[in-house]
């Protein structure tokens, strides 16, 4: 029976447990004949930020969608 496919959120928290492995376990090590070597960092990073992203976009409030901030600093005298 197949899994059913993950949420950007499910997806999320995987990635960054992901980067806490590689950050806290390194990218990779050898114990006798065998070997781990864990998912490239950069790439860990790309798809959180990814993922971050899609899951801010599917949750934002349509509320002030066409609002603009804008800045206006004097000269001063």
Do not use: H
């Not at 781990?36 to 599917?58: F, H, P, Q, S």
Request: proline content about 4%; glycine content about 6%.
């Amino acid at each position: 029976m197949a899994d059913a496919p993950q949420t950007p959120e499910e997806r999320l928290v995987q990635v960054r447990e992901a980067i806490q492995a590689v950050l806290y376990g390194g990218q990779s090590y050898k114990i006798g004949s065998r070997s781990l070597t864990r998912a490239d960092l950069a790439l860990l990073r790309t798809m959180e930020k990814e993922l971050a992203a899609d899951v801010a976009a599917a949750n934002a409030s349509p509320f002030m969608d066409d609002t603009y901030v804008a800045v206006f600093t004097g000269t001063g005298r």
